[in-house]
């Protein structure tokens, strides 16, 4: 589509914001059409936040220029964007948990009978308008912590529209949505730009640039590398662009050569938080040397499966073996002694202490033996030691190794628990959703690692919702499906159609 | 009015509100019924007006701290605001009086009560806002500063002209049992009661009340649609202040009459319990106010007729038990708002 003869609704000219030792953004130029959607492609700390907080007056800019809608302007606070006719759905949403969906809505912007005094009702009335104008299909008298993150997403755009948006930033939408969700958050989108609004939308993730956008921006660190369309571009040519270099986006690994089975997995029966089983008899085994991966679409016990083999959850029947000792009832430090990795699912709830610094994360396994403590004394020297080793060897970008955990980025969170479970010998890898939510260059980095220590001879199970992770990554796929394994194929048998076919419980005639 | 706001806050429903609304009932019918029994119709109108009277500091307490962590700020230093601005209300009423007659002095004096208590708040807001500084550790500098300057700076002998009498209001005031709790109180007991309900209904239904609200949530939220969090923390922690203030200069103008060392007596911390058993609302708090007040008038009561042989020391420490205990009964799982505590730093 060609964008040129469309009227100019928002530009920058030479962007640019300095933190302290950090120069976020370097010279960016950015041109945003009426009606149009341009995706912000770039990876975990490429700069796409901080270039949406500047437009939308969140930061200013150390240099640099904006025009919205052909009018120079200094974006103080975010009112001075609002009230240009820009709105921001952040990627952690704006909502309040304890307040209705109208009240979120109206916050900053309250209708009042008059005297400061709500109007609830007539703020109701408009959320249900709203609503139903862009089939949004929110309660306004809901309350918001009750919502499905997808709604909440909503409420968001609701809080937009409502401040009579016309220009709408979404920062990674996706990101924490059903496949379905997301579906519906794109019929939105080209519903809203069907009516002459425009759209900058931030994300990393290739297929859904290609799908949905109709000019694609790339941002490296810090630096707008290259402006290009959908037509003209691959997820590969995106994706080089956006790392700096060629990636491999399917993993290269040698044939399998499996040994002993390292873990063995015996009707096992677990239950969930509800005390509902959740995993109702999974037997499965991983051999030393490959890769089982296992697919299903979130909720089908793999949580409690993973949280299971790691002690982190109790078993309710069945058993399981790890190198040959019956671990079912063991506590986690027991078994991350007989050397069991564990890369879990939430990073930040289970994987990092946030306030820690780097250096501390890299030793939670190990942090009470030689030489990193003699008793009850710690010794710091040989934890930075260790360290700045890591740092080094895994890549992590991080201004040192005494930065908290919770000032890094998702991908390089990541690689600081990747390089803590791999920085000791390990005989079995359990990883769920080891790539979730983080830049393709962390992925592939990742990928290599998992595939070096099968190589070494570790048993892995990788456990993800991902299924081109599976496909890439598997030596055997395990499909679980209400709390069971239906199927353990070949990763050569194992077909998308076929894959799709066993995630969603159909049987398949053989 | 009043009740419209409480359903609406709550959420929950009508068996929230119809489950309270049957305790508090069922609360106010054997207390009656105790003290008909023991202390005869004179005896009861006495504790029934005097938990009236207790209760005002406690629910002006509780109201401070309430809107403080409504705002995202604790404020732990109640009791330090109370004890100083009773203590210079109490100088103002001494001095001022020397030279203005009494029906002046007196309204004077509790604009400086109120005031003092702002100015500390202000004094919070400037440590846990600007500063940074640990909310917890910012009240106690308060708690500490007051109690030390008012038992530095007090001397004994001082007289005043006299304190704020009781206003009855006409002939509601002559009603039997109800006339003399209700309607025979001095003037800050009256506003409490209004501020009450002025509250809640600001709290939940203005544009103040919901940016309030917000900014004690989730402050990024209010944030990112223009609402300054910081200046209204600032805004919010010194009005909060001024109703301490008025706490104090009850204390001193209406309910004693004159000061002596560390008079607070702990009431500024029993607010805070106020203010959690009554799940921050203003009228939750004021019914939390009343409960112990109550047991307080009672444990006077029973002290006075000399009906029960116990020893004072027991008697006196009932109503901290008691509220203890009907706090654990009935308290049950409070969730304050979610950012009270924490500094807000956009960038």
């Not at chain 1, 679409?297 to 993973?306: A, M």
């Not at chain 1, 299971?308 to 002694?337: C, M, N, W, Y």
């Not at chain 1, 955990?405 to 990883?431: C, D, H, M, W, Y």
Request: net charge negative.
């Amino acid at each position: 589509m060609n964008q040129n003869n469309k009227e100019v609704v928002l530009e920058a000219q030479g962007l640019t914001k300095r933190f302290p030792g950090v120069l976020a953004n370097d010279n960016i130029n950015l041109v945003l059409h009426k009606g149009e959607i341009l995706a912000l492609l770039g990876e975990n700390g490429a700069g796409k936040s901080t270039l949406m907080n500047m437009l939308y007056g969140l930061y200013h800019p150390t240099e640099g220029e904006i025009w919205i809608k052909g009018e120079h302007v200094i974006l103080e606070d975010p009112s001075d964007a609002i009230a240009r006719g820009v709105g921001m759905v952040h990627q952690h949403f704006q909502l309040v948990p304890v307040m209705t969906v109208a009240e979120n809505v109206i916050l900053g912007d309250e209708i009042t009978r008059g005297g400061g005094v709500l109007n609830l009702k007539e703020a109701a009335n408009k959320v249900w308008e709203l609503s139903h104008q862009y089939g949004l299909d929110v309660d306004p008298t809901a309350m918001v912590e009750d919502l499905p993150v997808g709604t909440q997403q909503r409420v968001e755009i609701i809080k937009a529209l409502y401040r009579d948006a016309d220009i709408l930033i979404l920062d990674e939408p996706t990101a924490v949505l059903t496949p379905q969700e997301a579906e519906d958050l794109f019929r939105i989108m080209k519903d809203f730009t069907a009516r002459g609004s425009s759209i900058i939308f931030i994300t990393h993730k290739l297929k859904e640039v290609l799908a949905i956008a109709d000019t694609i921006g790339v941002l490296h660190r810090g630096r707008m590398v290259g402006t290009v369309t959908p037509e003209e571009s691959t997820q590969a040519s995106l994706a080089e662009m956006m790392v700096g270099r060629e990636v491999i986006l399917t993993v290269e690994k040698d044939p399998p050569h499996p040994k002993d089975v390292v873990l063995r997995i015996e009707n096992l029966q677990v239950k969930d938080d509800r005390g509902h089983l959740a995993v109702k008899g999974v037997d499965l085994e991983v051999r030393a040397g490959e890769i089982v991966g296992v697919a299903g679409v979130q909720g089908n016990g793999q949580r409690e499966l993973v949280e299971a083999l790691t002690g982190l959850r109790p078993v309710e029947s069945g058993s399981f073996s790890i190198s040959g000792q019956d671990s079912t009832h063991l506590k986690p430090r027991k078994i991350t002694e007989m050397g069991v990795a564990h890369i879990p699912e939430d990073r930040e709830k289970h994987g990092l202490v946030m306030a820690y610094s780097v250096a501390d994360n890299m030793v939670l396994n190990n942090y009470y033996v030689e030489p990193f403590a003699t008793r009850i004394i710690m010794h710091e020297d040989k934890i930075d030691e260790q360290a700045e080793r890591l740092v080094e060897e895994f890549d992590v970008r991080t201004p040192s190794v005494h930065t908290p955990a919770r000032n890094l980025s998702g991908g390089n969170k990541q690689k600081v628990i990747v390089a803590r479970e791999f920085s000791r010998p390990i005989t079995l890898l359990i990883a769920a959703q080891p790539t979730r939510g983080i830049d393709v260059g962390s992925i592939e980095f990742i990928h290599n690692q998992i595939v070096e220590q099968r190589d070494a001879g570790a048993a892995v199970l990788v456990v993800s919702a991902e299924l081109d992770e599976i496909m890439s990554l598997s030596d055997y796929v395990a499909v679980m499906f209400d709390g069971r394994v239906v199927d353990v194929l070949p990763r050569k048998d194992a077909t998308r159609e076929k894959l799709g076919l066993l995630m969603a419980g159909s049987e398949i005639e053989v | 009015m009043a009740t419209t706001t409480v359903v609406q806050e709550q959420n929950s429903g009508m068996s929230s509100r119809t489950k309270w609304l049957i305790a508090g009932g069922g609360i106010f019918i054997a207390a009656l019924a105790l003290n008909l029994y023991f202390f005869g119709a004179t005896g009861t109108t006495a504790v029934f007006a005097a938990t009236l009277r207790q209760s005002t500091p406690l629910i002006l307490g509780a109201m401070c701290g309430l809107i403080g962590e409504r705002s995202g700020v604790i404020n732990i230093g109640i009791e330090g605001q109370m004890l100083m601005a009773a203590f210079l209300a109490f100088l103002a009423n001494v001095y001022i009086g020397r030279v203005l007659p009494l029906g002046l002095t007196l309204p004077i004096a509790v604009l400086i009560g109120v005031a003092t208590g702002a100015l500390l708040g202000l004094f919070l807001a400037w440590m846990s806002v600007t500063l940074k500084m640990d909310q917890i550790i910012g009240g106690t500098v308060i708690n500490t500063l007051a109690l030390g300057l008012t038992s530095y700076f007090y001397v004994t002998g001082l007289t005043t002209q006299g304190k704020l009498q009781t206003i009855p209001l006409g002939p509601l005031a002559d009603i039997p049992f109800v006339g003399p709790i209700l309607f025979n109180n001095p003037p800050i007991t009256y506003l409490t009661i209004i501020l009450v309900f002025v509250l809640q209904f600001a709290l939940f239904r203005t544009v103040w009340g919901l940016r309030t609200r917000s900014i004690g949530e989730h402050p990024s939220a209010a944030d990112t649609v223009g609402i300054n969090v910081n200046r209204m923390r600032y805004l919010n922690v010194t009005l909060a202040g001024a109703f301490a203030g008025l706490a104090g200069a009850y204390l001193t103008l209406e309910a004693v009459g004159s000061f002596e060392r560390g008079m607070t007596n702990g009431r500024g911390f029993i607010a805070l319990a106020v203010m959690i058993f009554g799940r921050w609302t203003p009228i939750g708090a004021w019914g939390a106010a009343l409960l112990f007040a109550f047991f307080t008038a009672f444990a006077t009561q029973t002290q006075f007729t000399g009906l029960v042989s116990i020893p004072p020391q027991f008697v006196g420490m009932s109503p901290y038990v008691l509220t203890i205990v009907f706090l654990a009964l009935f308290g049950g799982r409070a969730r304050g708002p979610a950012a009270a505590g924490q500094v807000y730093d956009p960038e």
